[in-house]
C-alpha cells in the first residue's frame, strides 16, 4: 500500500472565507486557510468552537452561508459529500450495528462501485488495523478501541485521497488513545493522503500534525506547525488555550514593557505598543543572580515546588502574579517554599502579545 | 447467594395479582371456549370445525378478514413510513406538531371516527358533493357497503399506531450513521436504502403486526362501513352468538380468529425475533 503512490491521489483542501451561522448565533466567521495536499492538519479548539461545523461543511453535511470549499482548485458549490472521494472517522464510530465487521468496510468499496479483488483488499484493511481475525463479528461485540479500529478500515479501504477525522480519540481512555495515535500518523505516512483532524487536545495536536489550525470565537486564531505555534504563539488566547505559558499583564513601549507594580522588562514579539501579555514559557526560566548578560531579572517567592521527575516545578509569586518555572533538578536545590531568589529569562523569549479582549474565554 | 430464593418469592407475590387477573379473564374463558368448540353434545368431536370447512360462508368471512387486513397493513406501511420518516426528520417544533396531528385522531373514539366516514361517505356526503361539484359523477351514490369504505375506514383508525411504531424505531436511528454512509459513498437513496431501511425494521414489523393483529378483530367499523359481503370475522361471531344463538360455532370461530393471530406471531417471531421490537436489537 506504500509505494508508488501517486501525489495526485491526495487532495488539497481551500477554505475560503467560510461564515456559517445557526439562527443569530454565528459559529464562523470568514474562516479561510489553505491545506496542503498530503498533509496531516489538525483544527484545535475548545468544544462548541465551531470545529466540527467546518469539517462538517468540507464535508458537505452542511452548506456555508458565505464562502466556499475548493478541492485542488475546484469549488465543490453543488457537489453533494457521496462525490468528494472521503473516508471519514467519527467520536462515537458510526459502525453499521446491523451489518459485520466485514461489511462495514466493504460498505466504502460497495457503494463506490470499486468492487475488484474485495474480499482481499477488505482483508488488506482489516490487517492494516490489526483485526485479522474479526471480519466477521458483529460491531457490538467489539471494544471501543476495536471499533473505532473498524472506522478507520472502512475510512481508509477505498483509498479516498482525503480522510475528515472528527474527534475520533476523544471517547477513548487514555492509553489507547496514545495507541491510536500512532497508528493514525502511521497510516498518513504510508497513504499519503490528506488527513484534516478535529479534536480539542493540545497534546493530541501538537503531537499528530504537520500543521495545527487553533480556533476560538469562529475564528482561525492561527495556523502553524507545531513548533511553530508552540514557540510562537500569535496571541495571548492562542498562548492560554496551548497551556503552559506563564502570561504576564504588561503595557508595552518599544522594547520594553512595564508589569503593573513598575518591573520593567526587555521584550519581543508581535503586540504593538499599549496594553500586552508577556508569554514566558515555564522551561526558559532560570535561577540566580548571574552576570549582567541583558536577561529579564524579578525577585520571586516561591509558594510551592512540585517534584516532576526529571525536573522540579516552582510556583512563586513575582510582581503580583503567579510565575512557574521548570528547572532541572540539580539547579534548584535553593527553591524552597518561602525562599527568595531571583528568576531569569531572556528578553528573546519574553513575547508581548496583543491582550485578549474581554479576558480568557476560549482557554481550555 | 442467600437473597436468591426470598427474591424469586417476592418476585412471586408481585406477579400474583398479574397472574390471578390473567388466568380468571384470559385463560380461564379461552379453555371454555376451546372446549365448547371441539365437544358435541357432551362428546369429543370436531364436528364444528368440519361444518366450518365445508360451508363456503364461513371461508369467504376468513378470506375477507384476511385480504381487508393484509390490504389495510401494507396500505398503512406504505403511507406511514414517509410521516414518519418526515416526523424523524423534523425540527423540535414541527415534529411536536405532526406528532399532534397524527395522535390527536387516534385518541377520539374510533367509534366516533367511523361515524364521521359514514357521513363523509354516504350519498350525500362531503366525497360526493366534491365529486359532483368536479363533475366526475351526475347521480349521487353512496359509497358505503364497499370494500373500499371498510378499508378507508380501517386505514385510517388504524394509521396513527403505524405512524407511533415506526417513528419509535426511526428515532433510534444513529443521524450519523447515515453521515457515515454518505462520507463512504452512499448516495441519498443507497443510504436509505442499506441503512435507514434495515435500521428501521423493527419498527416496520412492529407497525404491521399491530396492524394487521388488530385489523383482524375488527367489528363496529366493517359493520358500520361495509356491506353483507364485507363480514369480517368478528361480525360472524356476534351473529352466531347473540342472533342465532349457536354458541359452539360462535366458539370454533373464535378459535379460527385467534389462531390467525397467534400464527402471525408465531410467523414474525421465527423470522425476526419478536425480542428485537423491544429495541434489544442490533
Ligand atoms: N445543527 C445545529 N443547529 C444549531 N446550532 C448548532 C448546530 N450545530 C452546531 N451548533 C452550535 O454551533 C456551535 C459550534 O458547534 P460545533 O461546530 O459542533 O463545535 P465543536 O465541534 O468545536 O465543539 C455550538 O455552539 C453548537 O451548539
Ligand atoms: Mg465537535
Known amino acids: 500500500m506504500h509505494d508508488g503512490r501517486r501525489k495526485q491521489d491526495a487532495t488539497g483542501v481551500r477554505i475560503d472565507g467560510v461564515s456559517k451561522a445557526f439562527g443569530s448565533r454565528a459559529v464562523l466567521r470568514d474562516c479561510s486557510l489553505d491545506i496542503e495536499a498530503g498533509t496531516f492538519v489538525t483544527l484545535l479548539g475548545a468544544s462548541g468552537s465551531g470545529k466540527t461545523t467546518l469539517l462538517r461543511i468540507i464535508a458537505g453535511f452542511l452548506s456555508a452561508d458565505r464562502g466556499d470549499i475548493l478541492f485542488d482548485g475546484r469549488s465543490m458549490r453543488g457537489v453533494p459529500t457521496h462525490r468528494r472521494r472521503l473516508g471519514m472517522m467519527f467520536q462515537s464510530y458510526a459502525l453499521f450495528p446491523h451489518m459485520s465487521v466485514f461489511d462495514n468496510v466493504a460498505y466504502a468499496l460497495r457503494m463506490r462501485g470499486d468492487t475488484d479483488r474485495l474480499a482481499a483488499r477488505v482483508g488488506e484493511a482489516l490487517e492494516l488495523v490489526r483485526l485479522e481475525g474479526y471480519a466477521q463479528q458483529r460491531p457490538d461485540r467489539l471494544s471501543g478501541g476495536q471499533r473505532q479500529r473498524v472506522a478507520m478500515a472502512r475510512a481508509v479501504v477505498a483509498n479516498p485521497p482525503l480522510l475528515l477525522l472528527d474527534e475520533p480519540l476523544s471517547a477513548l481512555d487514555k492509553e489507547l488513545r496514545e495507541q491510536l495515535q500512532v497508528e493514525i500518523k502511521t497510516i498518513h505516512r504510508s497513504a499519503g493522503t490528506t488527513f484534516i483532524n478535529v479534536t480539542h487536545d493540545q497534546g493530541e495536536a501538537l503531537g499528530m500534525s504537520d500543521s495545527v489550525v487553533v480556533m476560538g470565537n469562529g475564528v482561525i486564531q492561527q495556523a502553524a506547525s507545531p513548533q511553530e505555534l508552540w514557540n510562537r504563539p500569535v496571541s495571548a488566547f492562542v498562548a492560554r488555550f496551548l497551556g503552559g505559558s506563564n502570561l504576564l499583564r504588561a503595557e508595552r513601549r518599544g522594547a520594553e514593557a512595564r508589569l503593573a507594580d513598575g518591573t520593567v522588562m526587555k521584550v519581543h514579539g508581535p503586540a504593538p505598543d499599549g496594553p500586552v501579555e508577556l508569554a514566558v514559557r515555564p522551561e526558559l526560566v532560570t535561577i540566580g543572580e548571574g552576570a549582567d548578560d541583558g536577561a529579564n531579572a524579578v525577585p520571586a517567592t516561591v509558594r510551592e515546588t512540585i517534584f516532576l521527575g526529571e525536573a522540579i516545578k516552582i510556583v512563586a509569586d513575582v510582581a503580583g502574579h503567579t510565575l512557574e518555572a521548570r528547572v532541572p533538578v540539580a539547579r534548584a536545590e535553593a527553591a524552597r517554599p518561602g525562599a527568595r531568589l531571583v528568576l531569569r529569562w531572556r528578553p528573546e523569549d519574553t513575547l508581548a502579545l496583543p491582550a485578549e479582549a474581554g479576558g480568557k474565554d476560549g482557554a481550555a | ?243 342465532l344463538f349457536d354458541w359452539p360455532m360462535a366458539a370454533t370461530v373464535s378459535v379460527v380468529l385467534l389462531v390467525i393471530s397467534l400464527a402471525i406471531l408465531v410467523v414474525f417471531n421465527r423470522f425476526f425475533g419478536l425480542e428485537r421490537l423491544a429495541g434489544g436489537d442490533r
Not at chain 2, 61 to 86: D, E, F, H, K
Not at chain 2, 139 to 160: D, F, K, R, W
Not at chain 2, 190 to 198: G, I
Request: with cysteine.
Open chain 2, 1 to 243: 447467594m442467600t437473597g436468591r430464593r426470598e427474591e424469586r418469592w417476592i418476585v412471586f407475590a408481585l406477579l400474583l395479582p398479574a397472574l390471578v387477573l390473567y388466568g380468571a379473564c384470559f385463560i380461564w374463558p379461552t379453555g371454555v371456549l376451546l372446549s365448547r368448540s371441539v365437544t358435541e353434545a357432551g362428546e369429543l368431536s370436531l364436528v364444528n370445525y368440519r361444518e366450518l370447512l365445508e360451508t363456503p360462508l364461513y371461508l369467504g368471512v376468513i378470506w375477507t378478514t384476511l385480504r381487508i387486513s393484509v390490504v389495510t397493513t401494507v396500505v398503512c406501511l406504505v403511507i406511514g413510513y414517509p410521516v414518519a420518516m418526515l416526523m424523524e426528520r423534523a425540527g423540535p417544533r414541527a415534529r411536536i406538531l405532526l406528532l399532534l396531528a397524527v395522535t390527536v385522531p387516534y385518541w377520539l373514539d374510533y367509534i366516533v371516527r367511523t361515524y364521521s366516514w359514514m357521513v363523509l361517505l354516504g350519498r350525500y356526503g362531503f366525497v360526493n358533493q366534491v365529486l359532483m361539484w368536479l363533475g366526475l359523477v351526475d347521480v349521487p351514490y353512496s359509497h358505503l357497503s364497499s370494500e373500499l369504505a371498510v378499508l378507508v375506514g380501517t386505514i385510517q383508525v388504524m394509521l396513527p399506531l403505524m405512524i407511533l411504531a415506526l417513528f419509535a424505531a426511526m428515532t433510534r436511528i444513529d443521524r450519523t450513521l447515515m453521515d457515515a454512509a454518505a462520507a463512504h459513498g452512499a448516495s441519498a437513496w443507497r443510504a436509505f436504502r442499506t441503512v435507514y431501511l434495515p435500521l428501521s425494521m423493527p419498527g416496520v414489523i412492529a407497525g404491521a403486526l399491530l396492524t394487521f393483529v388488530n385489523t383482524v378483530g375488527f367489528y363496529i367499523t366493517p359493520a358500520l362501513l361495509g356491506g353483507p359481503r364485507q363480514t369480517m370475522i368478528s361480525q360472524s361471531i356476534e351473529t352466531l352468538a347473540a342472533k
